[in-house]
């Protein structure tokens, strides 16, 4: 596997690494053989976890573009949910690589909107989406709830790519129904300030469906997302409700941000909850309240909302954006 402009990338998330190693002159430039996954909590550094898989599938790397879930401040990067601190300069040198890259998780998961196929989303309304061609100008918005909620986008222009790092997960919540505004005022009491983020995540959920248990009146006990979905799979009417709420704030929520970047050509949903609940997505007022912005609404009906099914989405785009620096380095 040692190939001449062969690059290490990698995914750091809180819990797992995943490494693979990208060839930036094919067609399709992360090499899916190469993937490889680690618990970041076996190892001291992100550049020993980097050395362990290079030995581990015998390949030789000089390069690396490492997308991270945390912020990326100049040379340095901490991951959120994690106590590793990256340094971009130590870590190239502890690999003896020439150049290390760091860049956001969630602009990695907008660059990779520049490699998908049409088999690698599924379509929950608006209008058709076809990959564009390279010269044509679009503007993208993407969001994912995991662990916590990302946003981000990609703007397409001259050929080029500019994926854009926000952190719009954290942008105050904006209830829309009398039973949000109550959601709001409960989850208020708890946290204070409350956030997107506060409702459209794992945790999420669970927030969502505690206050419609107290308002209910029920006590629902200590639950993780996946016992609120099976629950709402069983038919249990409090599970059900939550998960709707869920998919009704996140499609209120994406809608926003394609007002707020104008991200006219599709908004991608990304993340490990989207695939898990593609058909509650599907058959929620997710759509109706995407569509919902008064006299904006017949714009927003014809943008396509698609949910992103590629099970390495991070890799590919770290994959895209390592093509991208070549090609700013080759002009």
Known sequence: MSMSGTLLIADIGGTNARFA?????AAVPLLDDSVREFAVADFPSLADAARHYLEQVGAHASRGVFAVAGRVDG?????????????????CEMLGFDQVHLLN?????AMAISLYRPEDVVQIGGAGWIPAAPDQPRTYAV?????????????????????L?????????????????????????QFGRVSNERLICGPGLVNIHRALCEIAGVDPGLLEPKDI???AAQGDA??????????AVFGA??????????????????????????????????RQRFEYKGRFSPNMSRVPSLAVMHPRAGLLGAAAYAVDLLRREAQ
Not at 75 to 91: G, K, L, Q
Not at 165 to 189: D, M
Request: charged residues 20%; contains cysteine.
């Open 21 to 25: 190693l990208a060839d930036p002159h």
């Open 75 to 91: 040379d340095e990067a901490r991951i959120t949910n994690h106590p590793w601190v990256i340094s971009r300069s130590r870590t």
């Open 105 to 109: 998780d969630f602009a990695a998961q």
């Open 143 to 163: 969001l994912g709830p995991g662990t916590g909620l990302g946003v981000g986008g990609l703007v397409v222009r001259d050929g080029r790519c500019y994926p």
């Open 165 to 189: 790092e926000t952190e719009g997960g954290h942008v105050s919540f904006p209830p829309g129904t009398p039973e949000e505004i109550r959601i709001l005022e409960i989850l208020s009491a």
């Open 229 to 231: 979905t099976a629950r």
């Open 238 to 247: 409090l599970g059900m409700r939550a998960v709707d709420v869920f998919c």
């Open 253 to 286: 929520i994406a809608g926003d941000l394609v007002l707020t970047l104008g991200a006219w050509d599709g908004v991608f949903l990304t993340g490990g909850l989207v695939p898990k609940m593609l058909d509650s997505l599907r058959h929620s007022g997710f």
